[in-house]
């Protein structure tokens, strides 16, 4: 698979830092990384650079007040790759996690749509992934980046959603 574009959103519930490394090499700006806090635990310091901002999916909220058991959202299973390009947004779908071994042995399949940008794009899907997602840091460069995420800089900001603020697609 061709993965090339300014910024992306990586969702995953299983990642490893050969798969990241495969995702992020051909990536010019910053990624956000939708998984498990025990896969993300689980990267290198090499992997956790400042490029790579990491989120699980919000407990409080998948758990709500749904008083049947049996009707609660459990773990992370979705896979999907948001890659904004210079105009377009390319959105894979698939069975592929973000791990060395589904873009180098496993047979994956994956379905890559090319979309609008404004409608399909990473910050559209981040809106609608909404209270869903939960910023969690790991590792030293992750917590230096926490400390200004409380010092009040809004998660918005730091991953450059506002338009010509925060990290920005080069």
């Known amino acids: 698979m061709d993965i090339h574009g300014t910024r992306a959103l990586v969702i995953s519930p299983f990642i490893s830092d050969d798969g990241l490394a495969h995702i992020r090499s051909k990536l ?4 956000a990384l939708l998984s498990r806090e025990e896969q993300i635990d689980r990267l290198s310091p090499e ?3 400042a490029k790579l901002h990491t989120y699980v999916l919000n407990k409080a909220v998948l758990e709500g007040e749904e008083e049947d058991a ?18 377009k947004a390319r959105v894979v779908v698939g069975s592929a996690n973000a791990t060395g ?10 379905v890559e749509f090319e979309l609008s940008r404004a409608k399909y794009g990473l910050d559209a899907t981040w809106e609608a992934l ?16 926490g400390s200004r995420v409380r010092g ?6 730091l991953w450059g959603l506002g338009r010509g603020r925060g ?4």
């Open 28 to 31: 010019s700006g910053a990624v």
């Open 47 to 49: 992997s956790l650079d």
């Open 70 to 87: 049996a009707s609660r959202l459990v773990g992370l299973h979705a896979k999907a790759l948001v890659l904004n390009g210079n105009r």
């Open 101 to 110: 071994g589904a873009y180098s042995r496993n047979a994956e399949m994956m």
């Open 130 to 145: 909404g209270e869903l997602k939960e910023l969690y840091l790991s590792g030293p460069s992750q917590m230096s980046m």
């Open 152 to 157: 009040g800089v809004s998660e918005r900001v």
């Open 167 to 170: 990290l920005q697609d080069g």
